[in-house]
DNA sequence: AAAGATCTTGTGTTCGCACACAGTTTGTGA
DNA sequence: TCACAAACTGTGTGCGAACACAAGATCTTT
């Protein structure tokens, strides 16, 4: 239970002064060859590691993090990133770490480019955003790599781009467990459909991934043997226009058996149908979003998957802390984990994300 | 963006010195009323939010925690609590924490005895046990009371303890969701078994609980169509009476249809019957043990429910910490989340166990 | 060999807070 | 009114590391 090896208790070891060491450790040069690798000799030998602590407590700089990203106010679905990255900062604030806010419109781009117009112009530190419109994420991070600004994304995940990391789920395998719940409890020759409730000016990547997940499940498991049909519905806000769409989806498919929707909107669709319908229909959704939860303990939402939402904010401030603070190596690309969230173990996941622990 | 409040700018705003607003924040006492109103009038004015790294680095005391555990050495499952212990400790160590492992047999009683005197006679500010024996535990329990050291249980729970908080699994709901997988997919007229692989001397309650969650699954939801039977074993680790043991169960029911194995055993299961035999079979167990996963992947075990084991021992030392270092309210149940696993998602749950954010 | 440049090294201050200690004020009893 | 205790208050030091600065050592150049 000795006390833990201080740098002054290296400089004693090895004969030179606390800067020595201090200027060995940062690389900072100007010591000379022979006192190097004694410091370093004593360093390996005392097994140091320093106190980030005290480390933490004398770097006394200002890390500032511009976050971009949808207004949960509009689509409630990102009140659960938003949450996880105020989370973060609670535990990184001391470190001298901030976050400003820059919301846009979800359902209108422009919004999304005035804002990223206001984070460059407070010229961050680094930035954190969900590339929802891709013409337009692109354009941003050509920008922020021209302004030398690091960034990471959340949530939607764009190839070839210099981020330094990705954090959110892994899109196309999400649609394969999804085909995989789906089809329990089914039969062969059943029909089902994949349901794409968003606008059409989203980047719509992610939801192709995701039904190529799902197809690609009842192709290699399920040899051929299920119809599988997709749709996308822009109006899903639209009571009356919404349950004129799911008629007109019975019409076509009198036998349909299950529907996968790709989003967190599956509570518009149990909303938008009978009880006994959606009794009858096996569903499959995304997120815990009280309403899903609500279809799930009726027995109307089948099984949620849950992307783990709030932890996208949570480890993208984090990631920038660990990489920027800590200078630790951090992974390109971080998939969070998919849950299968089914009536009887729900409340774990409700309460997982209210406690963080806090990285003091 | 402007720098957070320090005690030096309460007190020059409060007009006191700084060492009157630190006995105001500790409540050291030998405070005038008066001044005492003022700072902490002043403190809500301005928000002020202590900087813990700096209270970390001055707070320079020690924190020595003794934890008993079954060695891994013996039983691999127990490996996972031990590593969620070292974990945690990577995090704290900085604060003064410091941790010394007691690790006994958990097939002999009495090592659990000769250990937890040690750990007694060594007098640590607190422990974290796993309470496997249920009297020998109970003895524990009072002893360390007795002599005033605080107590954290993790993976087994004892009711009515005064320990600061269990951290584990509910063991009820456990078998509740074990029967609701098992039951995809099985019809009507099913029989299952449930299968406690365990030595007699283990604190059994937990598996007693585990059996209570899983029939009264099928009490509510399956009204007593399907045929549960229960059945102990002890010699799982002998290969041919283990054979011998489930020969003799598929004699005695030659229309099985699943197996509920209540602990991380289940692979040993799989070992001991025909490939076919266990492909026919619905298998559910518990923990990722690498042997489990790789008959997840064959397809011989159906779903796996992680217990989160690697977290007991991770939230068990930061429960400590929080509580003690950090004087923050802890729950005194912490149910870790059961997740459930299937070939299309284990690899996140494998990546979690290893990514834990470093409390710095 | 002297002057200057360059490289090397040690010392001292700072970060925000905890706590010891000394100093000041107020209260009490004779 | 004085002595003394009790209650209160301010100052100073240390926690371990980061970094600025100055001083010392070594090397060039003429």
Redesign the pocket.
Known sequence: ME?????????EAA?????????V??G?????????AKVLEVMRALD??????????????NFRIGVLLPDPEIDPYWQAPYSGVTYALESVR?YGVTVQFYLFDLFKAETFVEQYEKLLADAPDAILFSPLFLKESKALLAKSSALGIPNVMVNTYIENSDSLSYIGPDSYQSGVLAARLLNFGLNNHATVIILNLAKGSTNAQHLLQKEQGFRDYYANFNSGSTTVVKYDFEDFDKEELMEGFMEEIFGKHPDLDGIFVTNSRAFRVVESISGEAAKRLKIVGFDLMKKNLDYLQTGEVDFIINQNSVQQGYWGIMTLFNHFILKQKVEKIQNLPLDIVVLENYSYYLRKEKSFQLAI
Chains 1, 2 share one sequence.
């Open positions: 006390r833990p090896i201080r740098i002054k208790d290296i400089a004969g030179v002064s606390t800067g020595t060491v201090d200027r450790i940062h900072r040069g100007n010591v000379s060859p022979a006192k190097r140091y590691k320093p106190n980030i602590i005290a480390s933490a407590l004398a770097y006394n700089k001391h």
